[in-house]
């Protein structure tokens, strides 16, 4: 089975990095695209489509809709790995785009399959999709073990700095962390909160806290560097299809705190309640629950829980081959 993956592979973004990853680990003729000129990449879809069993799309394009349709045209199958949803993320982070919104829904509605990146992401789309609930399944991202280094030389860790990503992003709810944190210092702590990210709406008040760092967008040796000196890493997402940043500081040895719209409290299977916040808008929640990890950290317990093998790269493309197999033979 040969298989055509179009999607963004180079750029560095969540979506891409995880495309890249599968493309370390399929077959060695899976197709993929190899020019980023509009023009040219056109002709490249039209072309190597025909030499395809099957079209995987990763990740939202407008590019999407045109491989789609050829697909269709050639009668080939296709599977949609789908690692957000613009539509909802957009009108969170108060941008709505209806062009965008107009590409994403005939992604959908073209795609034979439809995968989300974690089990609540899948179940979040067939509420929000019903119409296209009945091709919604999943495709849990991986974990890259092979990355796993050591501390960076130098880098002492804060028991008191906690950290966030996400910038201003309002759907990170970082506000709602830096209330708690405000909270927990009137009380006589002395914590520090460093925020990662992009600017956004709600950059102006996550700046405005005392004890707020905000380091903007990073590179991954700089983020490397904030998990190996972070005590806690706290995700607070009201909507996080996966979210790779809460993997990555566990395994530089942060204790984590992620909110139960996480994806990837998927892959961790020693999660107990105090490790979750319930309500991303309840700010006496979160304070506990920060507290509850200054006291009594749970990295160790989470990391000693991941599965190695059933977590890689490679089960996942195992995985999704057998998902894309049966799609098919579905078609046939």
């Not at 002492?156 to 950290?163: S, T």
């Not at 961790?268 to 979750?276: C, F, K, Q, T």
């Amino acid at each position: 089975m040969k298989i055509f993956l179009v999607g963004d592979y180079t750029s560095g973004t969540g979506p891409a990095n995880v495309t890249k990853h599968l493309l370390d680990v399929l077959p060695k003729d899976t197709l993929r695209l190899r020019t980023w000129n509009k023009i040219t990449r056109t002709f490249e879809i039209l072309r190597k489509m025909k030499k395809a069993d099957i079209c995987l799309i990763s990740g939202y394009s407008k590019q999407n809709v045109l491989a789609l349709r050829w697909a269709k045209v050639l009668k080939k199958p296709s599977c949609y790995l789908m690692h957000g949803c613009v539509e909802h993320e957009n009108e969170i982070n108060g941008v709505p785009d209806a062009l965008m919104n107009r590409i994403e829904r005939e992604t959908l509605r073209l795609s034979d399959r439809i995968l989300g990146v974690s089990m609540q992401f899948a179940e979040w789309l067939k509420t929000y999709y019903p119409e296209h609930a009945d091709k919604v399944g999943y495709l849990t991202n991986g974990i890259d073990w092979k990355c796993m280094k050591e501390r960076p030389n130098g880098v002492e860790r804060d028991a008191n700095r906690i950290l966030s990503v996400g910038g201003g992003m309002p759907r990170k709810r970082i506000v709602k962390i830096c209330e708690a944190v405000g909270r927990l210092n009137d009380r006589g702590y002395d914590l520090t909160l460093s925020v990662a990210g992009d600017t956004g709406k709600d950059t102006e008040k996550i700046r405005s806290y005392p004890f707020v760092r905000d380091h903007g967008l990073l590179g991954k040796k700089d983020m490397e560097v904030l998990y190996c000196s972070s005590g806690i890493f706290v995700q607070n997402s009201c909507f996080e299809t996966f979210g790779l940043a809460p993997l990555e500081a566990l395994l530089c040895d942060c204790d984590v705190l992620l909110s139960r719209h996480v994806g990837a409290l998927s892959v961790l299977s020693g999660i107990e309640p105090e490790d979750v916040i319930e309500d991303c808008e309840n700010v006496q929640e979160i304070e506990e629950k920060i507290e509850r990890l200054l006291e009594n950290g749970n990295h160790t317990r989470l990391l000693v829980e991941l599965d190695k093998e059933s977590t890689s790269w490679e089960a996942r493309a195992s995985e999704l081959q057998t998902i894309l197999r049966q799609i098919k033979e579905k078609k046939l």
